[in-house]
């Protein structure tokens, strides 16, 4: 269950440990998503200077990693502890196959959110490990935390303030995400234990504790109470930190680069508050001769022809325009004013909703994801939601427009960056039936990066996402769904899956011949696909 403490935990050990000297390495990696994992086990070449970790590949960074760990005869003296933080269903297949398998040397942390998984982890290898299940606190460890947090005296508190203690974190299920935020709370806006007990005695229960997914009842009330007190003040200071909160309610809750928002809405700015930036596009690289000869000859003539295809598109740009009200103006100019955006993140850091991160170059926001929920459902009405998903699409798609090619490799640091917030974006899409061919073509181009850095089966996802969205929008038959055809019949091979990529090339070429013509540069590149799986 979110919000127990599993990762301040698993932080807490790792830092003791190291004081300890029990360990000269650890190592902390996300591993909320598949590419977030691959990431962490790349980087781990970097912090212990590998010889492989110029290595551009991706899949062989992660092999070169477990390597390096399964090493025991060289780190006889170096002993390490590997921290997988919120492994989930998806991503526990995938860590089984790029953990180590053996090192006495080393130790492995992992947390999750859900018990079967925890289970199905503790069975790895043929050995049997044990893991520990995690429950709210007792009330008194819970007013304990409230007291510490807030710092507040409990000897001076008396029986009376230590009852009124006992009550708040009774009424807010004694989560620790909660009992934190409500501890937060009173020391951000200076009431007392006394103050905050009424305030969560006067709420009106089937509205404030209305949820929408499916966490209990009693956990949905905990979260809300707390949070509608944090919200309720933020809306009260600016409108324009409420409006920053909007945006990142629907992007991925874990590093979201501060400098992604900024040239989102700096390329949304056009004379008449759209976009001056030309929508990116995506044709199928059967290898690299065919490419040389096909792609740049055409290459202007079909990105002008690809970017003003049909009315769809059109549409989709004059509808994105036209949604552009105060809010995302009040948004724009706040992340244009260095400062003031600074301010109103410490504010929100202050509230325990945001936290700011930076490595000295790029700073980044991380909010947790029941705070994302809670945004979602107390800071904007469900007419509203929509209409902030769609800026939220648009910064992120125009932000992604800025890097010249994903598939060269001096742009794969960038485009890393983007691809868990371009997945997160698209199951909002989907859950809230929001269709947008800005979205498709970026989604397009992040499935052409992840096939040319070698992650074919995370390209293979993002592929057939596309196809699907293009054959519901534009139909079977337009020139941007046979792209996407073709380039799900490029990873295919790819991968050695031979007969389905055959399938698809031919459906693209009959389909091509019979709607553009035989001779169309776009059959003939068609052919040219279908020759490459043929040959191969």
């Excluded at 942390?109 to 043929?126: C, D, N, P, Q, Y």
């Excluded at 700011?356 to 939601?385: I, N, P, S, Y």
């Amino acid at each position: 269950m979110p919000g127990l403490g599993k990762t301040q935990l698993a932080l807490k050990h790792s830092d003791l440990a190291f004081k300890e000297q029990r360990y000269s390495f650890v190592f902390w990696i996300s591993a909320a998503s598949v590419e977030k994992l691959n990431q962490g086990f790349s980087k781990l070449l970097d912090l212990v200077c590998l010889a492989n970790r110029i290595n551009l590949d991706q899949s062989a960074r992660c092999t070169a990693a477990r390597v390096w760990l399964e090493d025991g005869k060289s780190q006889v003296k170096r002993k390490w502890l590997l921290v997988l933080d919120n492994i989930n269903q998806e991503t526990s297949r995938h860590a089984r196959e790029i953990l180590p398998r053996s090192n006495s040397n080393g130790s492995i942390l992992i947390t999750t959110r859900t018990k079967h998984v925890a289970e199905s982890m503790t069975v790895a290898f043929g050995k049997q490990h044990s893991y520990i299940g995690l429950d709210v606190p007792s009330v008194d460890d819970a007013v304990a935390l409230l007291l510490r947090t807030a710092e507040i005296d409990r000897e001076r508190l008396g029986q009376t303030g230590l009852q009124e203690a006992r009550e708040v974190v009774k009424s807010i299920g004694r989560l620790p995400l909660a009992v934190d935020q409500a501890a937060s709370f009173m020391k951000e806006s200076g009431n007392g234990i006394s103050d905050v007990l009424d305030i969560y005695r006067s709420e009106q229960v089937d509205q404030v504790f209305e949820w929408e997914n499916d966490l209990s009842q009693y956990e949905q009330r905990s979260v809300m109470a707390t949070f509608a007190s944090a919200l309720r003040q933020v809306e009260l200071m600016s409108p324009e930190t409420g409006d920053l909160l909007r945006i990142l309610a629907f992007l991925d809750p874990e590093s979201v680069p501060v400098d992604m928002l900024k040239e989102g809405c700096v390329e949304m700015q056009g004379p008449d508050g759209g976009s001056t930036a030309s929508v990116p596009t995506t044709e199928a690289i059967p290898n690299k001769s065919i490419k040389s000869r096909i792609f740049h000859r055409l290459k202007g003539k079909m990105s002008r022809r690809m970017a003003n295809s049909t009315s769809v598109n059109r549409a989709q740009e004059n509808a994105a325009k036209e949604v552009v009200d105060d809010g995302l103006q009040r948004l724009r100019q706040l992340l244009g004013t260095a400062v003031e955006l600074q301010k109103r993140v410490q504010h929100l850091q202050r509230l325990s909703l945001v936290v700011q991160r930076t490595d000295g170059k790029t700073a980044t926001l991380w909010l947790h994801d029941l705070v994302q929920m809670l945004l979602r459902m107390k800071l904007m009405e469900k007419f509203e939601r929509k209409k902030w998903l769609q800026y939220a699409i648009r910064i992120t798609c125009k932000a992604f427009e800025r890097i010249e090619d994903p598939r060269s490799p001096k742009h794969w640091v960038r485009c890393e960056k983007f691809v868990a917030h371009i997945q997160a974006v698209q199951m909002h899409a989907e859950k809230y039936g929001v269709d947008s061919v800005e979205l498709l073509n970026t989604s397009s181009w992040i499935a052409s990066y992840l096939s040319a850095c070698g992650q074919y089966g995370e390209a293979v996802k993002a592929n057939e996402l596309t196809l699907v969205g293009r054959k519901k929008m534009l139909g079977t038959e337009h020139p941007d769904t046979l792209t996407s055809m073709a380039n799900l019949a490029s990873t295919y091979r790819n991968q050695g899956r031979w007969k389905e990529a055959e399938e698809l090339d031919v459906q693209v070429m009959e389909t091509s011949s019979r709607v553009l013509g035989e001779e169309h540069p776009d059959t003939l590149t068609s052919m040219a696909n279908l020759a490459s799986t043929f040959w191969n």
